[in-house]
């Protein structure tokens, strides 16, 4: 593999996706607002850019990595999509499906392809190349992106169609669940501690039977040894409103999720 790829986005995540790819042989335009990020993949060989116009190349590759629907929007101006006709964009953020379903309407118009390719998995797990994604578009684009999502850190690559926004609603989904697990576990091993249980032992007992799911033992591990907590923070807030947003775009009920929503913006 060695293809010269735009890529737009270098935070916690994206940075080690970018590394990831750049050891697998592709070459790197990158553009971050905040440069300095960018310097050790520099370092490496990448080329950096003050122009995020740059990343679009005719018949090219962008990735972007960015915080959401609304930030990525930002960057798909004419002058990108002009740039990049004939080739694809594979956009990574957690945003909302109608976003999803304009940028790939907007690629479409201007004679390029947008795949939409959300990513579960902790910067630790791009590390280790442990991501997993459900991503679909255009079946020549997911072909073209494939290869890429797999030298990216994808360990599962879920095929999701050609609808737009398909995805995203997964990836909805999957951080609420997440959200919900983790809440559940800190409550729950918090009561137990107290109650004169050993949290780690609770755990062991727990995920070796009827939760040996990855949430479980990850969160379940990190909680009972005190290595994280889950205190309120910028990204479950996000999330847990996209997935309020979509659930109240629908008319359906979702008390669970306004609680917890409620919680971590208290």
């Not at 960018?38 to 995020?52: D, Q, S």
């Not at 290595?227 to 923070?233: D, G, I, L, M, Q």
């Amino acid at each position: 593999m060695d293809e010269r790829i735009g890529w737009l986005g270098l935070g916690s995540l994206g940075f080690p996706m970018a590394a990831n790819l750049m050891e697998a042989g592709n070459q790197l335009m990158v553009y971050n607002r905040t440069r300095s990020k960018a310097e050790p993949l520099a370092e490496r060989g990448a080329k950096v850019t003050e122009n995020p116009l740059d990343v679009a190349t005719k018949g090219g590759v962008v990735v972007s990595v960015l915080w959401d629907s609304e930030t990525t929007e930002s960057f798909i101006t004419p002058g990108f999509l002009e740039r990049l006709e004939g080739g694809i964009h594979i956009g990574m953020c957690t945003g909302s499906p109608e976003a999803a379903k304009r940028l790939s309407k907007l690629h479409t118009e201007h004679g390029s392809a947008y795949v939409e390719a959300p990513v579960f998995g902790r910067p630790e797990a791009a590390v280790a190349r442990q991501l997993a994604i459900p991503y679909a578009g255009p079946q020549h684009a997911k072909d073209r992106a494939k290869p890429l999502l797999t030298a990216i850190g994808a360990h599962a690559l879920f095929d999701m169609g050609e609808a737009a926004g398909v995805p995203t609603v997964i990836k909805q989904l999957g951080n609420f669940l997440i959200i919900s697990a983790g809440r559940s576990l800190a409550e729950g091993l918090a009561i137990a501690e107290s109650s004169g249980v050993d949290p780690v032992a609770a755990v062991d007992m727990l995920t070796e039977t009827l939760f040996p799911a990855p949430i479980y033992r990850t969160y379940g591990r990190m909680l009972a040894e005190k290595k994280v907590t889950f205190a309120p923070s910028l990204i479950p807030a996000k999330d847990l409103g996209l997935f309020n947003q979509l659930a109240e775009e629908h008319h359906l009920p979702n008390p669970i999720a306004r609680t917890l929503l409620q919680q971590l913006t208290r």
